[in-house]
Every structure is written in C-alpha cells, then in structure tokens.
C-alpha cells in the first residue's frame, strides 16, 4: 500500500531495504505509477519496462509501532549483464508527502549502491532527472554527460563506490530518521 499520512501520524523512522515480500514488491509498482505515470506524466498508464524482469526493488518502509506499515519509496537495480560489474539503478521515487521530511532518496540510493557494490559492481549508473542532480552530487556522484529521456533533461551520472562500501545484508537494510522540525 501506499502510504500518504495525515497529520498527526509522521513515523519517527524508516527502514530502507530490498523489497522481499510480494506486499512490498507490489506496493513499489504502485509508487512507482503514482510518481511517474500521475504526478510527472512520463509514462501514460505503466511505466514497468523489460529491465522489471532482471531488477532488484528496493523500498523504504514507514512504521508503526516498529513494524513496516508502507511503502514511501522506492529503486530498482540491475547489472547490465552477468559478471560485467556495471549496474544500473532507475525508478527513483518517494512518495509526495515524504518528500524532504527525510533522508529517503539518499538513503535509497545507500542501499541501491551499496548492495549492488557487495555483488561485484565495479561502476553504478544512472540517469538522473536535472532537478536531482544536485543531491546526487551531494551523495559522491559525477556527472557524466547530459541527455534527453522521455522528453526530458536528464543527466547519466555514475556513483563514487568508494563512498559506498559493500551492504551484505541488504535484506535488513538500514534504518534512517525523519529530519527534526
């Protein structure tokens, strides 16, 4: 389920992890349409494409009373091909109402890089929406050239795996808190 909470219920904090149940995996396909099919409008009804059957999901859960409640974001990774150490993570989104109350999109993006780091990744990519570039570079990416997605400004940027050291049990994840008012 997606999760858009009325105050005054915040969850205090998060768990970031690979998505391992089916709840889970179908709630970030939900997120997902949410972000980008309704609210940016890159996609008409879907926006699940062949890299779906390959990809690792990975979900940022609220909770309550400590235990996971909702998905309030999500990414997807994948290498390129077997044994290449290239991956790639894609489908960046945090649901509207959590977007900047937490580190959800830098913790997503710990977990996307850093699992993928423990598996033999030699090099992480992405293409970033413009606006995001700035947290990306905040978070020990480079840019590495500009380009046009779907009809937008995007940039193909790559990871610093030395900011990223390997997450073995990416299964648990990690847990990060909602920035104090």
Excluded at 53 to 63: N, Q
Excluded at 84 to 107: D, E, I, N
Excluded at 124 to 153: I, K, M
Aim: glycine content about 6%.
């Amino acid at each position: 389920m997606i999760f858009e909470p009325v105050p005054p219920y915040w969850p205090s904090h998060f768990r970031i992890k690979f998505a391992t149940s089916s709840w889970e995996r179908n709630a970030c396909a939900a997120l997902r349409r949410q972000v980008f099919c309704a609210e940016q409008r890159i996609f008409t009804e879907d926006d699940r494409d062949a890299v779906d059957a390959e990809a690792i999901p990975i979900c940022a859960l609220s909770t309550l009373g400590g235990d996971a409640d909702a998905v309030v974001g999500t990414v997807r990774i994948h290498e390129v091909s077997e044994r290449t150490g290239t991956w790639w993570g894609s489908r960046l989104a945090v649901a509207g109402s959590f977007r900047g109350t937490a580190a959800l999109g830098a913790g997503l993006i710990q977990v996307a890089v850093s699992s993928a780091h423990a598996r033999g990744c030699t090099r992480f990519l992405a293409h970033v929406q413009d606006r995001n570039v700035p947290l990306f570079q905040a978070l020990h990416w480079t840019s590495l050239e500009e380009v046009a997605l779907h009809g937008r400004p995007h940039y193909l940027m790559q990871a610093d795996l030395a900011a990223y050291p390997p997450m073995h049990d990416p299964e648990h994840g990690l847990v990060t808190f909602r920035k104090a008012a």
